[in-house]
């Protein structure tokens, strides 16, 4: 099984050397640490202090804490920063805005900008619609946060968030070829989010909702699907709901299983959680469980939050209470989508017999992969560093393809279900075993699919302002 820990990370430490040291107390500190020095830049230098840059290769973080301390402990060594490769892909973002045409003289700058800009925007004042054609309308889309669910981290807010967001937005860039903008909002107020996604849609052709906490964020996108004439679409409900309903359709072919007779239980009843169940009732399941921080959801109880209250009349036909223990005894599917460390061998030693896990949580799942492993048929993760990924990704750059193809005004059930079914279609049935459920995200077949199955369905639907996208 792959690790982390397995990987070498190549770490830049930046150093303060006084004339107490010189280059060689640093190859030595670095040496005794066992640490690889790559190569030595100088910074700035001056008589009495120099400041240098050192490549070292380490074998993990506790090597690379050994080596900065070993550092740290030398006379005129000071440590004043170490990034590692990680950090320095981040450094001034990941993404930035490129020119489509080159302004070399006064005749292109009187067509792109004024005076010759003036009669495009007249004939979009004349016809909005043609924001289409002679905008970038047609290809963007907003990801907008709140900072209040950052993938398993919780509420670290708007700044925090943009690392995330502008990861969000190279992947619908490279995978799907759309242009997104992180948009992290200083607000979690849902009635502000509502007005300040409604002022800013003119100048966008969707709006993917990310990582903003549950309950707010049914009540956000339900005002904004109401209020806007373009797609409105909340990744971690139905871009996860998507990838884990494809998972499951492949899972359940390996173990011989029906959805009808599945037993399932959702850990985490936020937004994807509640979005995974809505999917997995739609498809045929009838058997779901939820749990929460504090238990199961209980059938007939009264819940304050709304979205609660639904899954409390529409899951636990068995009317089960209690904890994950009392949950978990004869479940065929996990669904984790929680936080790390909720899920323990004991418990997968209650499920029936060939145990599908997919453990989600964001960086570290419900339980350790190794751990699970010899307890489980098949498992998957959300990480990209071990088997059976089920992660959004293998589904919003492809659904935003297909609905913006479509210019569609809106993205519903009929298009989710044709994602799912796409992507589960990407592993061939003489290719389908435990270690492979879901195809890769690099597979390219996965956003044509997805984005054609899309296309198609909201043409199907309606829903499509865009005809001719069939025909492409
Ligand atoms: N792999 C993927 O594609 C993917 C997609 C979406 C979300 N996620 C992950 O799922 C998790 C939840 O994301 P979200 O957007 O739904 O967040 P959310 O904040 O809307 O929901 C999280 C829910 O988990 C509950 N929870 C917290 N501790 C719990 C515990 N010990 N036991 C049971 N439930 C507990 C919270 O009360 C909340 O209801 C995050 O870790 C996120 O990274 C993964
Ligand atoms: O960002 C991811 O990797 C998946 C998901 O959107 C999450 O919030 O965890
Ligand atoms: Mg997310």
């Known amino acids: 099984m792959l690790g982390s820990n397995a990987t070498a990370l190549s770490i830049i430490i930046r150093l303060q050397l006084t004339e107490d040291a010189s280059y060689s107390d640093v190859a030595t500190a670095i040496g005794e640490a066992d640490g690889d020095i790559i190569a030595v830049d100088v910074i ?12 070292v290769n380490v074998r993990n973080h506790e090597h690379q804490v050994r080596v900065e301390n070993s550092l740290r402990k030398r006379n005129g060594i000071k440590v004043i920063n170490v990034s590692d490769r990680t950090f320095l892909v981040h450094l001034g973002g990941k993404i930035e805005v490129q020119a489509k045409t080159p302004v070399k003289n006064r005749d292109d700058l009187s067509r792109v900008y004024t005076p010759g800009v003036a009669r495009v925007c007249e004939a979009i004042h004349e016809d909005p619609n043609k924001a289409y054609q002679l905008t970038t309308k047609r290809n963007t889309i907003a990801v907008v946060t709140d900072g209040t669910a950052v993938l398993g981290l919780g ?29 992290c ?22 709006i993917n909702l990310e990582d903003i906490a549950a309950p707010r964020c049914f009540e956000i996108e339900e005002a904004l699907r109401r209020e806007l004439d373009i797609p409105v679409f909340h990744d971690d409900q139905h871009g996860t709901a998507v990838v884990v309903l494809a998972g499951i359709m492949n899972a359940i072919k390996i173990v011989g299983k029906s ?13 994807a959680g509640v979005a995974c169940s809505k999917m997995l009732l739609a498809a045929g399941v009838k058997n779901i469980i939820g749990v929460d ?27 089960r209470q209690g904890d994950l223990t009392a949950a978990i005894r004869g479940a065929d599917v996990f669904i984790g989508v929680s936080r790390p460390n909720v899920l323990t061998v004991e418990h997968l030693k209650l499920m029936a017999s060939d145990p599908i896990v997919f453990a989600m949580a964001n960086p570290n799942p419900e339980i ?3 751990k699970a492993e010899p307890y489980v048929r098949i498992l998957a993760t959300g990480r990209s560093d071990y088997p059976n990924q089920i992660n959004n990704i293998l589904s ?17 059930e009929e298009m989710k279900l044709a994602a799912a ?29 997805v984005s054609k199955g899309v296309a198609e369905a909201a043409v199907r639907t309606g829903v499509s302002r865009r005809e001719a996208v069939l025909f492409k």
Not at 44 to 55: C, P
Not at 186 to 204: K, L, S
Not at 296 to 317: D, F, K, L, S, V
Not at 396 to 412: C, E, H, K, M, T
């Open 368 to 370: 350790e992969p190794v």
């Open 293 to 319: 921080r504090d238990g199961i959801i209980e059938r007939g109880r009264a819940y304050e939050n709304p979205m609660w209250a639904w899954y409390a009349e529409n899951t636990n036909p068995e009317r």
């Open 185 to 206: 909002l200083n607000t979690t107020d849902v009635d502000e989010i509502v007005r300040t996604v409604r002022a800013i849609a003119p100048g966008f052709g969707g």
């Open 421 to 449: 079914c796409a992507i589960a279609s990407c592993v061939r049935e003489e290719e389908l075993n435990e270690q492979y459920i879901i195809p890769s995200v690099f597979n390219p077949e996965v956003v044509k699919r």
């Open 44 to 55: 700035h230098a001056s008589k009495d202090n120099v400041v240098r840059d050192i490549t």
């Open 155 to 183: 509420d670290i807010g708007p700044e925090a968030a943009m690392p995330v967001m502008e990861g969000k937005a190279m992947l619908f860039k490279q995978f799907a070829d759309v242009d997104a903008f992180p948009i």
């Open 396 to 412: 919003f750059p492809g659904i935003f393809r297909g609905a913006l193809d479509a210019r569609a005004s809106d993205i519903n």
């Open 259 to 271: 959805m009808e007779d599945l037993n399932v239980v959702v850990c985490g009843i936020g937004a």
